[in-house]
């Protein structure tokens, strides 16, 4: 205990309690164990008065309550039910000492009275654990300004208490307040349900009101922090009602405030008004409503006049829009209406009593016709409020049966020291009337909300349930439908901007978000449910057009076989391959004819086995592209042909050194012939083109991937890597190489004998090879798309066919319809022929 509260600890214990029970008082029931209750039965001072310290305040200089009375009744109900029920507390009597806190004006002195002995005295001890006060428990009061001025009290002996209707978050601070529980859900709950209630409306311009005391402060600012969290509602205006007593008339500056609002509630486009503020504070305030024109709009009201009869009362002739209120669920109570009007009755004289009727400790005499008055509104508003009192009696009781250690004959009478029944109580858990009563780790018992609807009429309830608020899901569910002071009976709109079309986003405009302009989502991105003022990207593979919330997925683009292209192309392929395959075998029957060994004997398998290969791998260009087809694409193809190619520079770079450097270099000749040095080359180029393959594969990737055709964005074009045309001109470059040699030796060739003359055929290849590749390159740089793929493989198989048409068709037309010109001595007598002409 800290410094501070030793004081008024002490403070406390020093005053002596002068608070004492009538002799006829109809708010005492002799007990075993009395509870106690503190009830609001007076309110709205008459006139101005002055209190002198140590007076309570007197009946006649306040109203009736009608509300307190009510709830009062419900303690006495549940106190008398359970002294009926044998079988919870079996030969122990419950009692009662309510007293009257007026409101606002009398709590600190009944809190002593509770804490004080049979004698009226507090001791001053330096342990109370073994202290036994007046009462074992207290139950209330209701709002939760005079909550917490008890508590401040009680808890210093942790004495229980259980207040009704306090919604303060401050009593969840189990350090200031370990004694304090509570049957009514925190003000946060109240909160979110009117967060979810405007949610459910699209309500989200609105205007705040609060009263300037610690309910209006503390609410108005859950309320400001729960919409800064979530930017779906803004508040227009927030402004401060003046405190009034409804029987006071204004002053000078209380009215100039109030005639501020109303100007700025006419000016406002706000049709939602919340409004936290004690219902005496709300008096003078819809007297003033009453005044203007305010049939649009919709009230909300906090759960501290959500369900007030002399709210409803002063407004009942009158139309001032739509109320709806957050208040506790509704739970019929069995019996509790008729008991409401059950006369008092007659009860002994308390020995060495001392009469108090003045005050409004004990004595109401007008309470009960009040409530007869009010008699219909309470009956069909249903128990609300008035469960939270009776769950709260019942929540002793069952906390007296397990520390009492009762069985189904009786109790163990011993003393009730408050620390053993606040634990008792904090872990009570039973089922009354179909609810379950329990309290949390902050001393909270979750019970349901309702959003009620204010109604006027005969036979009509007065504060119609039209949804019930889950506090565990944190979800409003609609039961029945609003009935709208508007035309045509519609949802009033109450919103700074209009909705924005389907698919625009929204711009704030100045400091709300609320406000806002519309804007079009561009093609290519889409608009969010869940984020309003942002135009969302698409994903690589998925596209959308112009305002859209979803984005759909691109056509894919790839080589298909239905396509005219493709069917050509194939059918190319299946020619050079049939055409290389016969050729094949053409050679293989006729090796060691000087046609075939003139063409390059063993070499000539060298190039139609890759070009054979090659042919039968073309359908890896067609379809989506995977793994292995683009490995293939781009090793295989680029490989064999590069084979290809060596051989054929190589053969023609024999001829001419066969003829025409045999006689002038005979060394380097014989050094060519000795080691193999066509195989030689053909293996050396063959090693930096696949060097060169690997290189571009390792800069890039192998992972096919899509591209978005620039010429519609709908079209997802598949390629197997980013750099698809860089890598393809890439190794592009050293075929290039070897066509440009190739020809370069066939042409000085072009002199030779004819049937060793292979030039004109090899210039025929290389010049087609070297033109297709320059033609690829070109249409690349200008084309993008499917296009490229389909002219990739078309030129391909052109050069394949270039290579085995050009170079071997001539020479299989001759050995198959010139058999007498593939015969050693008619090459003879050609060499000698060119010989001839030469000398």
Same mark, same amino acid.
């Given at each position: ?66 509300? %307190? ?105 189990? &350090? ?10 925190? #003000? ?46 803004? /508040? ?198 179909? !609810? ?24 009509? !309830? ?10 565990? &899901? ?29 698919? &625009? ?80 075998? /053409? ?100 090693? /930096?083109?696949? #060097? ?69 055929? /090899? ?45 071997? %068709? ?30």
């Amino acid at each position: 205990m800290g410094s501070q509260a030793r004081t008024v600890c002490w403070f406390l214990l020093s005053l002596r309690v002068s608070a004492e029970l009538s002799e006829s008082s109809n708010f005492h029931l002799a007990g075993d164990y009395l509870l106690g209750g503190l009830f609001s039965l007076h309110a709205n001072v008459k006139k101005p008065v002055s209190f002198n310290v140590l007076e309570v305040p007197k009946c006649k200089e306040y109203e009736i309550k009608v509300l %307190g009375y009510n709830l009062m009744q419900a303690m006495r109900f549940a106190v008398e039910e359970v002294n009926q029920l044998s079988s919870l507390l079996p030969g122990v009597r419950l009692g009662y000492e309510i007293v009257d806190v007026c409101y606002l004006s009398n709590n600190v002195q009944p809190g002593l009275y509770f804490l004080a002995e049979d004698d009226y005295f507090l001791p001053i001890l330096k342990d109370y654990s073994n202290y036994v006060p007046h009462v074992v428990a207290v139950i209330g009061p209701d709002n939760s300004e005079s909550t917490i001025t008890v508590a401040n009290i009680l808890s210093l002996f942790l004495l229980p208490q259980i207040t009704y209707s306090a919604i303060s978050d401050q009593l969840q601070d189990k &350090q200031r307040f370990p004694a304090v529980l509570r049957t009514a859900p925190s #003000a946060n709950h109240h909160i979110e349900a009117m967060v979810q209630l405007m949610l459910h409306f699209r309500w989200n311009w609105i205007v705040m009101l609060a009263s300037n005391d610690d309910y209006g402060r503390e609410n108005s600012q859950l309320f400001s922090q729960r919409l800064l969290r979530h930017s779906e509602i803004c /508040i227009a205006f927030q402004e401060v009602l003046p405190v009034t007593d409804p029987n006071h008339a204004m002053g000078p500056q209380q009215q100039e405030a109030l005639d501020n609002i109303f100007s700025k509630l006419q000016w406002s486009t706000a049709r939602i008004i919340v409004v936290f503020s004690p219902e005496l504070t709300l008096h003078n305030f819809f007297n003033e409503v009453l005044r203007h024109n305010f049939g649009d709009v919709v009230w909300i009201a906090s759960e501290s006049w959500a369900i007030d009869p002399a709210l409803h009362h002063l407004l009942e002739p009158h139309y001032t829009g739509t109320f709806l209120g957050v208040t506790i669920q509704r739970v019929y109570i069995p019996g509790f209406s008729e008991f409401r009007l059950r006369p008092a009755e007659a009860r002994p004289p308390i020995p060495n009593g001392t009469n108090l009727r003045a005050t409004c400790n004990q004595e109401c005499d007008t309470c009960l016709n009040t409530t007869e008055y009010f008699n219909n509104v309470l009956m069909q508003s249903g128990e609300r409020v008035v469960y939270s009192v009776y769950s709260a009696v019942y929540a002793v009781a069952h906390a007296l049966h397990s520390l009492l250690r009762c069985n189904q004959t009786g109790c163990a009478k011993d003393v009730v020291y408050p620390w053993q029944l606040l634990k008792k109580i904090q872990d009570v858990d039973f089922t009354l009337l179909g !609810n379950r009563v329990h309290f949390d780790s902050h001393g909270d018992m979750l019970r349901q909300l309702d959003i009620v609807q204010w109604q006027w009429g005969l036979g009509q !309830n007065p504060f119609r349930s039209i949804a019930s608020y889950d506090l565990i &899901q944190k979800r409003l569910k609609f039961i029945s439908n609003v009935t709208w002071h508007t035309v045509n009976n519609t949802i009033p709109v109450s919103s700074c901007s209009k909705n924005c079309p389907r698919g &625009q986003r929204k711009k704030p405009v100045g400091l709300h978000p609320c406000c806002f302009e519309c804007w079009d989502c561009p093609p290519g991105t889409f608009l969010n449910s869940t984020d309003e003022f942002n135009c969302h990207n698409c994903p690589s593979s998925m596209w959308s057009h112009k305002n859209a919330i979803s984005c759909f997925k691109r056509r894919l683009s790839f080589l298909e076989w239905n396509e005219a292209p493709t069917i050509m192309v194939f059918i190319l392929a299946v020619l050079g391959f049939l055409s290389t395959l016969a050729i094949l075998v /053409i050679f293989w029957k006729h090796f060691q004819t000087p046609m075939v060994r003139s063409a390059g004997g063993p070499m000539c398998f060298l190039m139609l086995t890759p070009l054979l290969l090659a042919f039968g791998m073309v359908p890896v260009y067609v379809g989506p592209p995977t793994i292995f087809t683009c490995l293939c694409r781009q090793t295989f193809f680029t490989l064999c042909y590069s084979v290809c190619l060596s051989c054929v520079t190589v053969r023609s770079f024999q001829i001419v050194c066969v003829f025409k450097m045999a006689s002038r270099l005979p060394r380097a000749y014989g050094f060519w012939v000795r080691y193999h040095g066509p195989y030689i080359f053909v293996a050396f180029t063959t090693a /930096i083109k696949a #060097a060169l393959v690997v290189g571009n594969m390792l800069s890039t990737t192998i992972n096919p991937i899509g591209r978005t055709d620039p010429d519609d964005p709908n079209i997802m074009i598949l390629s197997c890597h980013p750099n698809y045309r860089n890598g393809l001109l890439f190794n592009t470059s050293m075929d290039l190489l070897l066509s440009v040699v190739g020809f370069s030796f066939a042409y000085m060739g072009k002199e030779l004998p004819t049937n060793y003359n292979e030039a004109k055929f /090899i210039t025929l290849s290389m010049t087609f090879s070297f033109t297709s590749s320059i033609s690829l390159c070109t249409f690349m740089s200008v084309h993008d798309g499917v296009l490229v793929t389909i002219m990739d493989l078309l030129v391909t198989v052109l050069n394949f066919l270039a290579i085995s048409l050009g170079y071997f %068709g001539p020479k299989c037309y001759m050995i198959l319809f010139y058999p007498e010109r593939n015969t050693q001595a008619y090459f003879n007598s050609m060499i000698q022929g060119y010989t001839m002409r030469k000398s």
